[in-house]
């Protein structure tokens, strides 16, 4: 049995309003999914709802911090084309505020175009509802190549201050 403890732990960190952890983990699954699934399918009013009214989309790109309404306007045509983007989640944690009102999270994703991602944010809780409040999308470059991949970011920035 204690060797169960381990495992066990972080289904003890919340409980809120008599809902076993699991089952608001499942909940923050559920969200990220769904809205990862909506980019897939293109469904843009489905995927903007998933954020607050304050969300926060930074992306790859050092210049790429937006609102979600200037998300959204950035994203507009790729939704209208009838595809946008997949994402999907490969392995995620997330952890929850003691009050069990904000959930972080962080996943690896596979995707399409861009290969191996990553994705850290912060959902809130707005009533019994789950909405994405900032989330960060980067590309992991392994250590034993980045000294390669600063080097390429140097050169493009000189040539573009130029």
Same mark, same amino acid.
Request: net charge neutral; aromatic share 12%; charged share 30%.
């Given at each position: 049995?204690?060797?169960?403890?381990?495992?066990?732990?972080?289904?003890?960190?919340?409980?809120?309003?008599?809902?076993? *952890?699991?089952?608001?983990? #499942?909940?923050?699954?559920? &969200?990220?999914?769904?809205?990862?699934?909506?980019? +897939?399918?293109? @469904? %843009?009013?489905?995927?903007?709802?998933?954020?607050?009214?304050?969300?926060?989309?930074?992306?790859?790109?050092?210049?790429?911090?937006?609102?979600?309404?200037?998300?959204?306007?950035?994203?507009?045509?790729?939704?209208?084309?009838?595809? *946008?983007?997949?994402?999907? #989640?490969?392995?995620?944690? &997330?952890?929850?505020?003691?009050?069990?009102?904000? +959930?972080?999270? @962080? %996943?690896?994703?596979?995707?399409?175009?861009?290969?191996?991602?990553?994705?850290?944010?912060?959902?809130?809780?707005?009533?019994?509802?789950?909405?994405?409040?900032?989330?960060?999308?980067?590309?992991?470059?392994?250590?034993?190549?980045?000294?390669?991949?600063?080097?390429?970011?140097?050169?493009?920035?000189?040539?573009?201050?130029?």
């Amino acid at each position: 049995m204690h060797l169960l403890i381990p495992l066990m732990l972080p289904l003890t960190l919340l409980a809120q309003e008599g809902k076993p *952890a699991a089952k608001a983990e #499942a909940t923050v699954n559920a &969200v990220l999914d769904d809205w990862h699934q909506a980019a +897939a399918v293109a @469904d %843009e009013e489905r995927y903007f709802k998933h954020f607050t009214t304050d969300g926060v989309f930074m992306g790859t790109d050092a210049s790429e911090r937006w609102t979600r309404d200037e998300f959204r306007v950035w994203a507009k045509p790729h939704f209208a084309k009838g595809k *946008a983007w997949r994402f999907r #989640a490969v392995a995620r944690h &997330v952890v929850f505020s003691k009050d069990g009102n904000v +959930a972080w999270f @962080d %996943e690896e994703l596979a995707t399409e175009n861009m290969g191996p991602c990553r994705g850290s944010g912060v959902l809130v809780r707005e009533g019994e509802t789950w909405r994405i409040a900032h989330y960060n999308l980067s590309v992991p470059i392994p250590n034993d190549v980045f000294k390669d991949v600063k080097a390429i970011i140097d050169g493009y920035k000189k040539k573009a201050a130029k």
